[in-house]
């Protein structure tokens, strides 16, 4: 599976992204796809994952923000992300899971919220 995540920018606190994810070589409907976020001098962290039936879980500090879902026809994933604040300032990643584990990973974009 390849992924190629884009959709990031600049914006101000309160505003609006939404992320892309593409991928090609397997259909997001036959995986958990996940989106994840890195900050300078942190570690990666989960945000939200979709799966089956568009099943969904998200990280606390994110629930009622963020929204993940898919477009099978597509074959795309995408992160609504809403109310956003400074400290949502990172590199975003969408990844895919085989085997119970993340094994495929987009490439990164970078999402900078002013304040």
């Known amino acids: 599976v390849q992924l190629q995540a884009f959709g990031g920018g600049l914006v101000q606190a309160g505003g609006s992204l939404r992320l892309s994810c593409a991928a090609s070589g397997r259909t997001f409907s036959s995986v958990v796809a996940a989106w994840f976020r890195q900050a300078p001098g942190k570690e990666r962290e989960f945000l939200a994952s979709i799966w089956g039936g568009s099943s969904t879980h998200y990280r606390d500090s994110v629930k009622g923000r963020f929204t993940i879902s898919r477009d099978n026809a597509r074959n795309t994933v995408y992160l609504q992300m809403n109310s956003l604040k400074p400290e949502d300032t990172a590199v975003y990643y ?22």
Request: a neutral charge; charged letters at 0%; aromatic letters at 14%.
């Open 94 to 115: 969408c990844a895919a899971a085989s085997a119970g584990q993340f094994n495929y990973w987009g490439q990164g974009t970078p999402v900078t919220v002013s304040s």
